[in-house]
Structure formats: C-alpha cells, structure tokens
C-alpha cells in the first residue's frame, strides 16, 4: 500500500529509527516501524483485517473517516484513507478492499479524557 504523511517533518520523525526511539521511547519506536512495515506490505485496507494483528478499526463521531492500528496501549497510530476520490460502499461507509493509499495523520490516543 502506498502511504503518504501529513506533512514532511512527520515523514522524517516516522522515518528515521533514532528519532522515533528519541520522541517515542524504543518500545514504541519498535511498535511504529512494525505497523509501518505492515501497512506497506499490504494490497489494500481489507488485507489488515486478516493478516496483521493491531486492531484496524475506523474511528466515529468527529473522528469518522479516520482509521487507528494499535501501538502501546493507549497509544494508536491515526490514518485516513488518501485515494482520490476515497472508496466508499453503498452505505457510505469506506470500502476497505478498494483502499490502497493512506495517510498517517498522527501518534495519539484518539480518546477523549474520562474515557478509555
């Protein structure tokens, strides 16, 4: 699958080991570089279902149209879909087996506070 950034500087923080080990920790950085690797290695969306373990799951409410894959709990990393125009299924939902671009958004836990 085809991954893009957010932006150029979060590229080069997801790119470079010794900076993501600086930022997030080397447990972390490990766990970044995997899902990275997974993503990269797949076809489309609907292959991470299956074959890799993170929970990818699409996000609701304001967050909707976003994905989250699993990190270090609470941690997940945050993407969305890149194709032009984004898959969609008749019900309006993203159609994971059309999906093979995305773009990584951000490292965060994507729940409010108070909840988990």
């Known amino acids: 699958m085809e991954i893009i950034f957010k932006d150029i500087y979060f590229q080069g923080q997801c790119n470079n080991q010794k900076l993501l080990v600086k930022t997030y920790g080397k447990d972390m950085a490990k766990k970044i570089r995997r899902r990275l690797d997974d993503l990269q290695a797949v076809t489309t969306l609907e292959d991470m279902r299956s074959l890799f373990p993170g929970r990818c799951h699409e996000l609701r409410h304001n967050r909707a149209g976003q994905l989250s894959l699993d990190l270090v709990h609470p941690q997940r ?23 093979t671009a995305i773009r990584i958004l951000s490292i965060e836990d994507p729940h409010p506070r108070g909840r988990s």
């Open 77 to 99: 990393l945050i993407f969305e879909p890149a194709n032009d125009p984004i898959p969609r299924k008749i019900d309006g939902g993203i159609d994971w087996t059309q999906v």
